[in-house]
T-cell receptor, first 111, second 108 residues
Framework: DVKVTQSSRYLVKRTGEKVFLECVQD?????MFWYRQDPGLGLRLIYF???????EKGDIPEGYSVSREKKERFSLILESASTNQTSMYLC??????????FGPGTRLTVL | RKEVEQDPGPFNVPEGATVAFNCTYS??????FFWYRQDCRKEPKLLMS???SGNEDGRFTAQLNRASQYISLLIRDSKLSDSATYLC?????????FGGGTRVLVKP
């Protein structure tokens, strides 16, 4: 069974803190993605990776960075969290040309 | 203009009725399309792929019209459990672009 897990379901951080969101998939997928989802704006792609140590900017990469040191793990980093980064963060994985499978999401609140 | 546009709804549907809604896309190079379903406070899950010839999966029928650049989803004999947000998705290469979702509420 397909499984994508995210390190936290809920997270509360303060402005200026460094935040790490971890995502792990157990399906040996090549591609991994980070999205944020906000009311009225839908899902927006932040970054994606199609191989270890490879990364590509999505539609809204500003204020974020990513790391993919192992095939199964894709981390999203907020170097200095701001209140406008309060959102639901969703990780997904897929093989090339295939559909994406999502993790349960992390609801991040930045105070 | 957004790449993928949907009527946000909500579509209020009596149980047992049929509901249909569309999604328009602007990228004519889109390779394939999907409908995802998202329940409240849950992650999106694949409902079905959309093929040019149209396809059916139980009570759900999806159609693609490349000439007019829209896809549709029809739900027959609606169940209370069909209440969800339905996300229209286009794929170009490895990248998916999501619509904002159409909310469907099935009521007894």
């Amino acid at each position: 069974d397909v499984k994508v897990t995210q390190s936290s379901r809920y997270l509360v951080k303060r402005t200026g803190e460094k935040v790490f969101l971890e995502c792990v998939q157990d399906m040996d997928h090549e591609n991994m993605f980070w999205y944020r989802q906000d009311p009225g704006l839908g899902l927006r792609l932040i970054y994606f990776s199609y191989d270890v140590k490879m990364k590509e900017k999505g539609d809204i990469p500003e204020g974020y960075s990513v790391s993919r040191e192992k095939k199964e793990r894709f981390s999203l980093i907020l170097e200095s969290a701001s209140t406008n980064q309060t959102s639901m963060y969703l990780c997904a994985s897929s093989n090339p040309g295939d559909t994406q499978y999502f993790g349960p999401g992390t609801r991040l609140t930045v105070l | 203009r957004k790449e993928v546009e949907q009527d946000p709804g909500p579509f209020n549907v009596p149980e047992g009725a049929t509901v249909a809604f569309n999604c328009t896309y602007s990228n004519s190079a889109s390779q394939s399309f999907f409908w995802y379903r998202q329940d409240c406070r849950k992650e999106p899950k694949l409902l079905m792929s959309v093929y040019s010839s149209g396809n059916e999966d139980g009570r759900f029928t999806a159609q693609l019209n490349r000439a007019s650049q829209y896809i549709s989803l029809l739900i027959r004999d609606s169940k209370l459990s069909d209440s969800a947000t339905y996300l229209c998705v286009q794929r170009a290469g490895n990248k998916l672009t999501f619509g904002g979702g159409t909310r469907v509420l099935v009521k007894p």
